[in-house]
């Protein structure tokens, strides 16, 4: 009798187990949950005219925090973010160094100071997702364009529909706006294509490739696009239902936007991990 109650009771088990690994990931956060990320972030930019180059080099370092304002028992939720640290160097075409450092601020260019002080600390964008991550509704709380979180979720990636299996690919299309100060509307058709690389209990690394469906046929008006053509990886942890880390990669080149001796090249590394 024992050992029949042993066998249903490791039958069970097992029934129970194969049920979790076919469940379909989703994001699960708690009301009330805050996180936080912290952002490292490089880009250079040159360009060539006529013989001659310029470059501009900016780091980004600050914090990221999502407050769950509201989670639903379907994994829904609506978050708000604030950016409370922030610390950014620039390096101008002319040779010379600015920077700015919230723990520093008298200590900061007056410019930077001025405008990244507009939103430091304060609530910037409120946003709805679903459970796979992907943006429902997007609301600005400050003088913020909010358009491309839609374009660019705020955990850098969308869930699949089907449960985490060998070699499971899927695909997020969405329209890429060109927003100021990048453009003035333009409008491209864009595909996210993710992939599965590895996954077991702990958690899973999804990587993925961005692709232009229609890109323009001027060298000049690929420029802006340099920056919305990523590629990365993503790390989501199994058992907390959230992304512990992101690296993005962006960037390329464009010869000729100012005449046959002319190059323009936009490069940049984005990484972003969870905080304890």
């Not at 379909?24 to 180059?53: A, C, H, I, N």
């Not at 002080?117 to 997702?129: A, D």
Request: with cysteine.
């Amino acid at each position: 009798m024992r050992k029949c109650c042993y066998l249903l009771a490791a039958t069970v088990l097992m029934c129970w187990s194969v049920a979790q690994a076919q469940e379909p990931p989703r994001f699960r956060l708690r009301t009330g949950e805050v996180l936080q990320y912290r952002v490292q972030q490089k880009t250079r930019v040159s360009q060539s005219l006529e013989g001659e180059s310029a470059s501009f080099e900016s780091v980004t370092e600050l914090v990221k925090r999502w407050q769950v304002l509201q989670a639903e028992a379907d994994g829904s939720m609506i978050v708000q973010l604030t950016i409370p640290e922030i610390k950014l160097m620039q390096r101008l075409p002319n040779g010379q160094n600015i920077m700015y450092d919230s723990s520093k601020p008298d200590e900061s260019h007056p410019a930077l100071r001025q405008q990244m002080e507009q939103f430091l600390g304060k609530p910037t964008v409120k946003l709805k997702l679903d459970a796979r991550g992907q943006v429902l509704e997007a609301q600005a709380l400050l003088a913020v364009p909010v358009g491309h979180f839609a374009q660019e979720p705020p955990f850098a990636i969308v869930l699949p529909q089907d449960a985490w299996r060998p070699q499971l690919r899927w695909t997020r299309p969405y329209t890429l706006v060109l927003e100021p100060p990048l453009g003035t509307g333009e409008k491209y058709h864009a595909e996210q294509q993710l992939e599965l690389r590895s996954w077991n209990d702990q958690q899973a690394e999804i990587a993925w490739l961005t692709d232009i469906k229609n890109p323009p046929a001027t060298a000049s008006e690929k420029i802006p696009l340099l920056q919305k053509i990523t590629r990365g990886v993503a790390v989501f942890d199994q058992v907390n239902r959230r992304v512990t880390l992101v690296r993005i990669e962006a960037g390329g080149t464009v010869e000729g936007h100012e005449g046959p001796r002319s190059k323009y090249e936009f490069f940049s590394e984005y990484v972003e991990r969870l905080m304890p």
